[in-house]
């Protein structure tokens, strides 16, 4: 029985020994240069471990595999891109990833960008794939995909909401638009829906309409002053006759407006077509949303640059040209 017994405390004693040990192994910092660590959908436990190891973030994947199943959190690991620092025990390393404390990319979408300027900036970023940038134009672009994303339209151009983004690396073209749409309808909130039943618009009418305001306006407090001169022409029943929409439907071009690109016909031009253009032109940013559903009370009809961001505004025909004269004609 003392033999026993004997045993007993020796095998107690050589347990607690191996997990002391393990603990003590577990929870020692590994010093290494700053990695980066991508977890792919579906990988088994072990073979995380080991690939952590083989980058030098781990000392033991057995010993991190096991703990982790006897913690029953070899489950629980979510995928994505891990940014790990010198100095992190294998502690340190689990709970970054069973917290998923992905690295984080920032990226700044501009008011008034098209969705190809959006395409092309995400192009250039370091997460996206040669083939990232026409991908997304081409989700952009589908009609099924938008109408999946909730929104009812052809495409997505004006929905994708500006602003800067602390985002994970995009798993798909398709994931970061849904997050872009989603943000937009987060900002178009209940009292915009019911400000645009008010005034008789639809929520295409005003995001086209606040597409348009976002590439005319170049102060924010004209904005308000743009678009009551659009929604006085509209219910006159006068062309918008605005650049900007020229200039979205016109391939190639090359920064010069002419006078013949002025006559068109492509259905954006509001020179040659009555009322607001087929969808947005760009992708507006809340100021230029807030200014369509609620423009200044004026009689404006006309404006013209005056070449430092700021407009002239008249209400005839002889003044604008006048203004014309003044700060165009003479600019040329």
């Known amino acids: 029985m003392k033999y026993f017994i004997a045993a007993a405390a020796l095998l107690i004693c050589l347990a607690a020994g191996c997990l002391l040990g393990t603990y003590i192994s577990l929870d020692k910092p590994v010093n290494h240069d700053e990695a980066t660590f991508v977890v792919q959908h579906g990988t088994p436990l072990i073979m995380i471990a080991e690939q952590l190891a083989r980058a030098g973030i781990i000392r033991s994947p057995a010993l991190f595999a096991v703990y982790a199943r006897l913690a029953?959190?070899?489950?629980?690991?979510?995928?994505?891109?891990?940014?790990?620092?010198?100095?992190?025990?294998?502690?340190?390393?689990?709970?970054?990833?069973?917290?998923?404390?992905?690295?984080?990319?920032?990226?700044?979408?501009?008011?008034?960008?098209?969705?190809?300027?959006?395409?092309?900036?995400?192009?250039?970023?370091?997460?996206?794939?040669?083939?990232?940038?026409?991908?997304?134009?081409?989700?952009?672009?589908?009609?099924?995909?938008?109408?999946?994303?909730?929104?009812?339209?052809?495409?997505?151009?004006?929905?994708?909401?500006?602003?800067?983004?602390?985002?994970?690396?995009?798993?798909?073209?398709?994931?970061?638009?849904?997050?872009?749409?989603?943000?937009?309808?987060?900002?178009?909130?209940?009292?915009?829906?019911?400000?645009?039943?008010?005034?008789?618009?639809?929520?295409?009418?005003?995001?086209?309409?606040?597409?348009?305001?976002?590439?005319?306006?170049?102060?924010?407090?004209?904005?308000?002053?743009?678009?009551?001169?659009?929604?006085?022409?509209?219910?006159?029943?006068?062309p918008l006759q605005a650049d900007p929409t020229v200039i979205y439907g016109l391939k190639g071009f090359d920064g010069n407006l002419r006078k013949a690109d002025l006559s068109n016909p492509h259905p954006y031009n509001t020179y040659v077509h009555q009322g607001l253009p087929p969808g947005p032109i760009s992708n507006p940013g809340l100021a230029s949303i807030r200014a369509a559903l609620w423009p200044a009370t004026t009689d404006f009809l006309y404006f013209v640059a005056r070449g430092n961001g700021s407009h002239e505004f008249t209400k005839t025909l002889s003044e604008h040209s006048k203004a014309v004269a003044k700060y165009q004609i003479k600019a040329h």
Not at 111 to 135: C, K, V
Not at 201 to 219: C, D, N, P
């Open 72 to 238: 029953r959190v070899d489950r629980s690991i979510k995928a994505g891109e891990y940014q790990f620092q010198s100095g992190l025990s294998s502690f340190d390393v689990l709970n970054k990833l069973k917290n998923g404390d992905c690295k984080l990319y920032k990226i700044t979408l501009i008011e008034g960008w098209t969705a190809a300027q959006i395409a092309d900036y995400l192009a250039n970023q370091s997460f996206a794939a040669p083939s990232f940038g026409p991908h997304f134009l081409s989700v952009i672009n589908d009609e099924y995909f938008a109408k999946s994303a909730g929104v009812d339209e052809k495409s997505l151009e004006g929905y994708l909401f500006p602003n800067t983004y602390f985002i994970e690396r995009p798993r798909t073209a398709e994931w970061l638009v849904s997050r872009l749409v989603y943000e937009f309808k987060k900002a178009y909130t209940g009292e915009l829906e019911a400000r645009a039943k008010e005034i008789g618009f639809s929520q295409r009418e005003v995001i086209t309409l606040a597409s348009i305001i976002e590439k005319e306006a170049g102060l924010d407090s004209e904005r308000a002053i743009i678009s009551s001169v659009f929604h006085n022409r509209l219910k006159k029943k006068m």
